[in-house]
């Protein structure tokens, strides 16, 4: 039967292949997106890792979760340097990271931290951060760039760059009087770490304050990271920063917020999913349309079939086999373009969004789903079998007038 069903499909190859080009299109549209909301997805757990507590000046969670680690947004205002330090200082604190942001250089963010920050960070599942060449900063004038901002620029260790106040795309007040030098090059992580470049924070103050020696304490930072001696002590440590009398300061959970964030900006990769599973569906309504269509051609095929001896259930079967034929090779044509597709696109969407897409076999969830459109295709087929099941021999080989 799928012989005949091959031969049937080959003599009306023009139609089959319109059917088959729609099926994988919408096929190639549906993994895309499923590829591509999983890593946007990864990308956002994976931005922040092994920190406690996120503590900024009185703002929103999520806003201070995005400025903080995802660069997105301005600070409305600082966290003290005074209270940063009494904070840091108290027994059940392990470590702090401190975080300065408000330049930037060529449109990439400037991240002004201390030596903590190549110690403490973790990304993904736990992961520190590695160096492609040279290491991290250790003094005022020396600068550590990320994987973007390094490819993008075309950096190396050894040259000298200057920073810009402010976040805007263009900005007059350039830092011309202290270049920083590129000391290392940060291995893709495929966090906004890869867009961010990195000066010690006592040199982000130096460039602010006229006349400034090299080593300067700051008097605020954007916010600061916390690791805890004990995870335990956690909520008591985030209840006691949130009725901090000294100044108003927000404690978050990075973990919880981030869940909190993406049940946020997840229901516009939901809606695109839903979106890609119609466009599937019309792919295979139209196929279905299509084999309906020519049912009327084939009448007298049938009835010849039906004449050699080919019993009802038969061409009941060479129907639904031609269905089966043409969604499976949809759906592989479809998997190979959309993974074409995003093995082409992958580097631009990196760029311009960070998300690092990952390019691999079909996982288990999109083999099912793909085998989900391979049997949704046999069940299309069902209704132009099933009339073609119910059509009588007679009215095949019956002329018309």
Known sequence: MLRLALCSLRNRWTTASLVVATIAVSVALLLTVQRVRHSARDSFESALAGADLLVGARTG???????????????????????????????DVAW??????????????VLGTSAAYFMH????????????????????GEAVVGA???????????????????????????????????????????????????????????????????????????????????KALTLTMQRAINAYRAEPLTAIIPAVTLGTLWRLVGMADRVLLIVSGFVVGAGLLGMMTVILAGLNERRREMALLRAIGARPREIFGLLVAEAGLLAGTGVLLGAALGMGALAVARPMITAR?????????????????LAAIVIAGLATGLVPAARAYFTSLGDGLQPRT
């Open 148 to 230: 973007e901002v390094a490819q993008s620029l075309g950096y190396h260790t050894g040259d000298a760059i200057t920073l810009a106040h402010g976040t805007g795309g263009v900005s007059f007040l350039q830092h011309e009087a202290h270049p920083q030098r590129i000391v290392g090059v940060l291995a893709r992580t495929g966090t906004p770490v890869d867009r961010t470049i990195h000066v010690d924070l006592d040199a982000i103050t130096a460039l602010h304050v006229a006349g400034a020696a090299p080593r300067t304490t700051p008097e605020s930072i954007t916010a600061f990271l916390i690791g805890m001696r004990s």
């Open 61 to 91: 969670e999520v806003n201070l979760l995005l400025l903080a680690v995802f660069r997105i947004g301005d600070a409305t205002a600082n966290v003290s340097w005074d209270s940063y330090r009494r904070i840091d200082s108290h027994p």
């Open 121 to 140: 960070f973790r990304h993904g599942d736990g992961r520190t951060l590695r160096f492609e060449a040279g290491g991290p900063f250790r003094a005022a």
């Open 96 to 109: 702090t990271v401190p975080i300065s942001l408000g330049d930037t250089h060529r449109g990439f963010r």
């Open 353 to 369: 969004f960070g998300v690092d897409i990952a390019l691999h076999a079909p996982a288990s969830a999109e083999l099912r789903m």
